[in-house]
């Protein structure tokens, strides 16, 4: 029989599956029911989609506030109702006259903690209904921006597309919940006109990357990482054998005796590297566990690395 996989695995999406499409089918392969995904990706988006496999399942909420990069290539001059290649174009402009300093400079505005309107279609629910349903009946309604950071969002001119409009390659990193199609769409009405994204890539979440991701067909147990591995992004902080006692039993203990300060999360380690628990702040001076893990795990290593396919 052969043994429970718990942990993390790293699949290269391809265009054309939707994320849950890509989950469905990791089940199969990978022989269990308990698998999720930490973010979803556009059908027609293409990169790291982190899974998380039995026990690690519940460590998902974490990894989807891991900022996330991006490559993509912006269209100037077309508006389409999606904000990407796949919608139908709703409006046309000629910008075949702007300039890469300007596109440059217009990148500035959407650096730093900005706002933004989600798209329609979109997973966000509003009402106990999500936006792509409601989109999907004609239906459009009202939604409040919502913060997100960027931290780089850096343009280079490409070739223009086959009706002359400029293309710009894009290269964002940014906050989850950032959608960089709004980002595509919003710097081409900063340019006094419109545009929209097409070839989307995600390139990293956290410290999970497309070097790390392999193509679903190529999926197998000796992709699935461990749990701590996942969690690295956070860092590790190891316990000493008594506390890590106390740390399986889920006992609320005093942040010095944890060796750790700041807000948290803190995915705690033994001294061996595996994953005891993750553990967030509760009141003054002290944490609670939000995660523990009943099942050890192999260490964090060079044995625990993906491996190429």
């Given at each position: 029989m052969a043994a429970e996989l718990h942990g993390f695995a790293v699949v290269d999406k391809a265009a054309g599956w939707t994320s849950h499409d890509v989950v469905a089918k990791s089940r199969g392969i990978l022989r269990t029911r308990k698998i999720g995904h930490s973010g979803t990706l556009d059908p027609d988006a293409t990169g790291v989609l982190v899974l998380g496999i039995g026990h690690a399942t519940r460590l998902l909420k974490y990894c989807t506030a891991f900022g996330k990069s991006y490559v993509g290539e912006i269209v100037f001059g077309v508006e389409t109702a999606t904000l990407d290649a796949a919608g139908a174009v709703t409006a046309t402009y000629d910008m075949r006259s702007i300039t890469a300093d300007a596109v440059n400079a217009a990148t500035h505005r959407f650096v730093g903690d900005i706002e933004q309107i989600p798209p329609m279609v979109s997973a966000i629910k509003i009402d106990g209904k999500r936006l792509h349903e409601l989109a999907r009946q004609g239906i459009e309604v009202e939604r409040a921006p919502r913060p997100v950071h960027v931290s780089r969002f850096a343009v280079e001119e490409l070739v223009p597309d086959a009706a002359g409009n400029p293309v710009y390659r894009c290269e964002v990193d940014c906050s989850s919940g950032t959608y960089i199609r709004t980002l595509a769409a919003d710097l081409g009405t900063a340019l006094g006109g419109g545009a929209h994204l097409r070839a989307l890539r995600r390139t990293a979440v956290g410290s999970?990357?497309?070097?790390?991701?392999?193509?679903?067909?190529?999926?197998?147990?000796?992709?699935?990482?461990?749990?701590?591995?996942?969690?690295?992004?956070?860092?590790?902080?190891?316990?000493?054998?008594?506390?890590?006692?106390?740390?399986?039993?889920?006992?609320?203990?005093?942040?010095?005796?944890?060796?750790v300060h700041g807000d948290g999360p803190w995915p705690l380690c033994d001294g061996s590297g595996v994953l005891l628990a993750v553990y967030e702040r509760h009141g003054a001076g002290t944490a609670k566990p939000s995660v523990v893990l009943p099942t050890a795990f192999a260490p964090v290593g060079r044995g625990d690395e993906p491996q190429d396919s």
């Open positions: 999970f990357t497309l070097a790390q991701a392999v193509a679903l067909e190529a999926l197998g147990p000796d992709h699935v990482v461990s749990p701590a591995f996942g969690m690295s992004s956070f860092g590790l902080h190891e316990v000493d054998e008594a506390t890590a006692a106390l740390v399986a039993n889920g006992r609320v203990l005093p942040l010095e005796v944890l060796g």
